[in-house]
């Protein structure tokens, strides 16, 4: 059974080539990054379930990177690092590290500390996992299950897929503009061509839309954005403006 992507991050080819090792052999689907500024553009397109940094890196202070990430990226961030004074470590802790694995880690941990939080955090998200069901000709979105059906049968989304689908039809009556989808999915460190949303909402009238050159479901406002009709059955959606 597959257990999420991972974001390993390091300059260093023989621990990747470890950690990829290690992490495929645990189901997880490693994603490689050999720079800073690579890290972040990976972690903003994958939206991995976690990030590893390796602490000696020279490309980004992994600091100042933590703390980008953390500024959108709500998953966990676990760091690898040579043995640290306490108020080091605390340094780490107070800008968004969420674990930290000193050298040398072995094989066993490794996996078993990526886990543990990713565990972690996905019983946090399911607390906070918004309720409600948006209805409308024949679309439903059950919230709370994650669950989209067109007609009574369920409709497979990407990941992705799905976020943006949740996220018009939360706001349902309400154009979001291109630059406010791309924010609230792939963080502020988007690229502002806005290519890639619109392969994925292209992706998602091929799913949802009977005759998706006529969608029923995602308008589109010419230069602005996208919307989804409102629905009275829409809960908890997220204030427009």
């Known amino acids: 059974m597959f257990a999420g992507k991972i974001l390993v991050a390091s300059e260093n080819s023989h621990k990747l080539q470890r950690m990829s090792h290690i992490l495929t052999g645990g189901k997880f689907l490693p994603i490689c990054a050999k720079s800073g500024q690579e890290t972040m553009t990976l972690a903003v397109s994958h939206l991995p379930d976690a990030v590893v940094l390796d602490l000696e890196m020279s490309s980004m202070d992994p600091r100042w990177l933590i703390e980008k990430l953390r500024e959108w990226y709500l998953r966990p961030i676990l760091v690898l690092a040579p043995p640290l004074t306490e108020a080091e470590t605390a340094i780490l802790l107070n800008i968004g590290a969420d674990y930290i694995l000193f050298y040398p880690w072995g094989n066993v941990e490794f996996p078993a500390y990526i886990h543990a939080a990713i565990r972690l955090s996905r019983r946090l ?93 995602i308008l589109t406002e010419n230069g602005v954005g996208y919307l989804m009709p409102p629905s009275v059955s829409v809960k908890d959606s997220e204030p427009s403006g």
């Not at 792939?186 to 502002?192: A, C, D, L």
């Open 125 to 217: 998200t399911e607390s906070d996992r918004p309720t409600g069901i948006y209805c409308y000709e024949g679309l439903l979105i059950d919230f709370t299950r994650r669950l989209v059906q067109l007609d009574g049968v369920k409709v497979h989304l990407t990941q992705i897929e799905y976020r943006i689908v949740e996220l018009l039809a939360r706001n349902g009556g309400h154009v979001l503009s291109h630059r406010r989808i791309m924010e609230r999915i792939w963080g502020p460190y988007h690229n502002e061509n806005n290519k890639i949303l619109r392969v994925n909402i292209t992706n998602i009238r091929r799913k949802l839309e009977p005759f998706p050159g006529s969608p029923r479901y």
